[in-house]
């Protein structure tokens, strides 16, 4: 048996695709990483009340109001960020798109205490399986901070959305985000000729 539920409808024309990078666009992400880390922590009582309440306040946050106003720009490609993390999205999108994509570490949106929390190990599963995965896609490059690396690899629940569009556009969007209500919303790398790998983490 095979069952399917419609649980909306779009017109084809207004569909936001994870492929279709360009080279040179820049990348906004729009909601901070980290929601694995925290709540593994969480699961383990070692995470602060305060930590717990920002990344909860980050899951139940909907992407409505960043994709409504992400559609209001010329977007190349978009993808949410979820369970592959942020590199494994990234690598969807540059693959998709026959480019390679840098981000920059020290540019991440991160939870408050997901950095410390990633140093003293509280890691998932999925990151570990994700690491694994994009072994033969994603270069990290020495001088990052493990730390910065393991979020980067974490999986999250109801992540933000990683737009890819022109760099001039993208500033704007930003500052349409930000505008909003949208805090985290940062440019967070851009798009380049294919190189060895699909995603650096610079």
């Known amino acids: 048996k095979y069952g399917m539920a419609v649980t909306g409808v779009i ?6 695709r994870n492929v279709g990078v360009r080279v040179g666009d820049a ?4 909601k901070p990483l980290g929601t694995g880390i925290v709540t593994t922590a969480l699961k383990q009582r070692k ?3 305060v930590h717990v309440r920002e990344a909860v306040r980050s899951m139940v946050t909907l992407n409505k109001t960043a994709s409504r106003i992400a559609r209001t720009f010329r977007v ?3 993808s949410d960020v979820t369970g592959f ?3 494994g999205h990234a690598a969807e999108m540059a693959m998709g ?3 390679t994509l840098v981000l920059d570490s020290a540019a991440l949106p991160i939870l408050p205490g997901a950095v410390t ?5 509280f890691l998932t599963g999925g990151c570990r399986r994700n690491r694994a995965y994009l072994e033969d896609k994603v270069v990290v490059e020495p001088a990052v901070r493990p730390e910065l690396a393991e979020i980067a690899f ?3 629940t109801s992540g933000g959305l990683l737009v890819a569009l022109e760099p001039r556009a993208a500033a704007r969007l930003v500052t349409r985000l930000r505008a909003a209500g949208i805090a985290a919303a940062t440019i967070v790398g851009r798009a380049t000729a294919r190189r060895d790998g699909w995603v650096y983490l610079t």
């Open 11 to 16: 017109h084809p024309d207004r569909v936001l």
């Open 27 to 30: 990348l906004v992400l729009t």
């Open 47 to 49: 995470a602060s009340p």
């Open 76 to 78: 190349h490609a978009c």
């Open 85 to 87: 993390g942020l590199l």
């Open 97 to 99: 798109s026959g480019v």
């Open 117 to 121: 929390l990633a140093g003293r190990g």
């Open 154 to 156: 974490d999986p999250q």
